[in-house]
């Protein structure tokens, strides 16, 4: 029953192949059973030095590609480093126009708000002018009225209204009305005047702010586009490093193949 057994090599299973152990193939052939002579004269010394010849070869050709491993990969890491830089300048270019972008966006509104604010002090300004001149005209009318009651009253009465106190009367109200009328006229001037100075002073304001926003966004955008060539030379220099070192292992690891 033990030769229908097959779990494995070994005297011991009676597979008739030594297993090495020597008290196991001495009971084997004890006991009347003998080895394939295809395996006890198998050479297994010359097996296994082949094997460690062809693992020394294999070796060998992994240590003489190694420096060219290393440095091609010294040279794939400077042009990463390069294509990074780059890639940062580009961000750094991207933020800078953004800023001008965005900083004239700003100006151009502020400048249009300071404009329509603008003109809006001017309509006041000139609605207040006219008010002062509707107000000299109702003290013109005001005195019309009242010199013609002044010689409607002298007619009545049988009196000059040209001679007399009735003119006196009528020339005082005449200069008063018009010493009111040129306060009027004074008032609607100056009103015309200061309305004018604000829109002026507004307008003049939103464009000293915008450009004063414009030169910090310009500014801001040198600093940035400085950064982004920074870190170009930056990347520059590492790479240069990178392959300078790569070349320095290459030249101490690898091997001359026409060496002999």
Known sequence: MGEDLAFGNGAFLGENVPSGIPSWDTAFTNAGGSFDPAFTSF???SLISGGSKLFSAV????????????LATAITSAGNQQVAAIYQQGLYEVQALDTLRLAQIRTDQDQKYAAIQAGRKLLAAERQALNYTIQGNSLLRGMERANAAVRARAAANGVAYNEGSALGVQVANVGATYRDVGMTDLNALTARILGFEDAGAMFLA??????????AAEAQANQLRTAGKFAVDSGGLLSGATLLQGGMNFAQTVVNP???
């Open 258 to 260: 026409f060496k002999p």
């Open 59 to 70: 070796q060998t050709g992994f240590n003489a590609a190694s420096p060219y491993l290393g």
């Open 43 to 45: 050479d297994w010394a």
């Open 206 to 215: 939103a464009k000293q702010q915008a450009d004063l926003t414009m030169t």
